[in-house]
Nanobody, 125 residues
Framework: QVQLVESGGGLVQTGGSLRVSCAVS????????MGWFRQAPGKEREFVAA????????YYADFVKGRFTISRDTAKNTVYLQMNSLKPEDTAVYYC??????????????????WGQGTQVTVSS
């Protein structure tokens, strides 16, 4: 009984910024980490970033380091992904996920137990 609801996606020009949010409800006390993934049309879902729910430690895919920042507000049970310097190749559906595994930081999809419905991010050139 965990639900995730993403919001904040939309259309932005190259070089612009966007912040997507993920509100989590239900049994969250057991979580090791939360992550963001993305999937472009015709491509595999790929890891973007993760955060330790307890410590706040962060992990990033190489292609977003320096541009994206993951954070969480434990009081609000919400995780955020701030995306700056956006590129057309960032266009994808962005998914929030919860992991009950200590291996959440690896970015492996099967280490995550609960997923949101996704929010569309489109970057135009």
């Amino acid at each position: 009984q965990v639900q995730l609801v993403e919001s904040g996606g939309g259309l932005v020009q190259t070089g612009g910024s966007l912040r997507v949010s993920c509100a989590v409800s239900g049994r969250t006390f057991f979580m090791y980490g939360m992550g963001w993934f993305r999937q472009a049309p015709g491509k595999e879902r790929e890891f973007v970033a993760a955060i330790s729910w307890g410590s706040g430690g962060t992990y990033y895919a190489d292609f977003v380091k320096g541009r994206f920042t993951i954070s969480r507000d434990t009081a609000k049970n919400t995780v955020y992904l701030q995306m700056n310097s956006l590129k057309p190749e960032d266009t994808a559906v962005y998914y929030c996920a919860v992991s009950r595994s200590s291996a959440y930081y690896t970015g492996e999809r099967n280490e995550y137990d609960y997923w949101g419905q996704g929010t569309q991010v489109t970057v135009s050139s």
